[in-house]
């Protein structure tokens, strides 16, 4: 007896196919092993809708290389030991600082059309050059013939129009050195549209069916269900879980627990009284072999809401209690 999560693979095609619809091509972001779920399984399921992958660092763009020809983008720093074979390898780096462009710089003559990805963003946590360094770099690509992906990422709502104002200016100030800017991205799950940069969508949480106040049309790929254990009556037993509060209604004992990704965060939501490592306690007599707290129906950023996580957060810990498929 154990929780079920299940990754629903025709949803989850259906909603990359969604942000296809929009007209740019998607990018799957598999990063941190496709959000628990496996970025082997995601590919497996995605290969034939989606344009390219992106991945967090070199391990996970070894490990995805094994299970798909499409081009895989890093999102982190690569080591200079592992850069030639990333861009060999049909990868595109991630490049943020002047000793990394230099280095690529150094085995361009030796490879055909090399791409590379520069991030404009400015904050600290996203691999992205500092102010100096973007001077330095901009002035080492002049009139090379490296391809630059110039990206940037919405970190905050209100700072869209920044961000885009620093994106657009890079681009610029890359064109008047003659350095090949081949496109701009932006858009991930939560920050479609940006009217500047539709090169790629970048997508993650969406196609889990998250949505991130964005208003596309996807689905919930995810069923969680938890056996039920045990059941009492209103006043059979007096407390719940952990805890001192006097429980008078009817309970429910699940086998699922924060063991599991039911996040103690979660208690007081929805029927949810106490979380342990391996069972939870739910106010009312629930009926069935198990319990549901996710399926298509369900809407995935309420639920990550209640349990006061991002719902990025809520689809890595769910992938917990999923059944894994080893490579
Ligand atoms: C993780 C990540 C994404 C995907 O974000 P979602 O919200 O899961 O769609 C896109 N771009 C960058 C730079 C990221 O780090």
Known sequence: MRPHATLDAA???????????????????????????????????????VDSYFVADVD?????????????RLLGDVPDDALEEILRAGGIPNISTLEALRNVLRIQGTLRAPLIRLGTLRAAGWSTPNDSEWEAMQNALAGCSVGVELWTHVVSPDRVEATERDLLARKAALELRKVRVVSLDVSSTGALGMKAAQGMVRVGAGLFGARLGGAMQNRCAITYCAPIARRYRAGEMPRAGYGNTAIDTDISVVRA??????????????????????????RGWMLGPSYRFLDDESDLDALAAAWKLSPHELIVNLSRAALKVAG
């Open 11 to 49: 949803i989850l095609r259906s909603n990359a196919r969604a942000y296809g619809a929009t007209g740019v091509p998607v990018a799957a972001v598999v990063k941190a092993d496709g959000y628990g779920w496996g970025a082997g399984r995601l590919a497996f399921m995605l290969d034939d809708i």
């Open 60 to 72: 996970e763009f070894r490990r995805l290389r094994a299970c798909t020809v499409l081009p895989i």
């Open 257 to 282: 627990g924060y063991a599991d990704g039911i996040t103690q965060s979660a208690m007081g939501s929805g029927p949810i009284i106490s979380v342990g490592m391996q069972y939870t306690t739910l």
